[in-house]
């Protein structure tokens, strides 16, 4: 009996030191989960010093922005109005949008389908604000330049828009012309080095994907650019 109280005793002690330490192992593990999960949207935001917009805008001040605000970059006519309408960036409100972006800003060119794990995303909120507010306010960014290790010689020609338009009927079976983003992303009113870079990523098996494989290898320098002029001059609605 007495080894029986003694083996309850040091169980009550054991969880006695997990409660205490719950809450801080938490924020710890919570502050390394929200970078690890910002990681995800590394390829379409930046985020410090010298980020620029990409194929998303750039992050820097996010909290207590107003969406769709910033200058230089594109955003889609459906986060327009919200911004219009008020839509402030909060914890709150990228708790929702982060949850499901579509049906937060119905016609967001933005193509992620959601996190729904309500930890994850208070952890990923939690280490965006604290990097954010690191960051300028008024980085006065503008769409990223062309990176000569990628496509070079594509990036350096002057693409045919209207080229671009007799060779895109393949592209908008799949994507929407509108810029919606309805489970398949999004590719208007891209920045032209980013649209550039990801086809020859797909052509060259960087990124795994075998539609996309077959599409782009019958694309050359001069169709490629074409597309990238095309589909960057188009206003996402």
Request: hydrophobic share 40%.
């Amino acid at each position: 009996m007495r080894r029986a109280g003694e083996a309850l005793g040091q169980v009550a002690a054991l969880v006695a030191v997990l409660l205490l330490a719950g809450p801080a192992a938490a924020e710890a593990r919570g502050a390394g989960d929200g970078e690890a999960l910002f990681r995800a949207c590394r390829g379409c935001h930046e985020l410090g010093e010298g980020a620029r917009h990409g194929i998303g805008p750039h992050l820097d001040g996010l909290f207590g922005r107003i969406a769709g605000s910033l200058e230089g970059y594109r955003y889609s006519s459906a986060m327009g109005r919200v911004g219009e309408a008020g839509l402030v960036w909060d914890a709150a409100t990228l708790d929702r949008y982060l949850e499901k972006p579509q049906a937060f800003v119905p016609g967001t060119r933005m193509s992620y389908r959601g996190m729904p794990g309500e930890q994850d995303r208070a952890a990923l909120i939690a280490w965006l604000e604290a990097a954010t507010a690191e960051a300028p306010a008024d980085n006065p960014a503008v769409a990223s330049l062309p990176r000569p290790e990628i496509a070079a010689a594509t990036l350096e020609i002057e693409g045919d828009p209207a080229y671009g338009e007799y060779l895109a009927g393949e592209c908008v079976t799949c994507h929407q012309p509108s810029g919606r983003a309805d489970g398949i992303p999004s590719i208007v009113g891209w920045p032209r080095d980013a649209f550039v870079r990801a086809l020859f990523e797909y052509k060259t098996n960087v990124r795994s994907h075998q539609v996309m494989r077959m599409v782009t290898g019958n694309l050359g320098n001069e169709e490629i650019a074409a597309l990238a002029a095309y589909f960057g001059q188009l206003s996402p609605q």
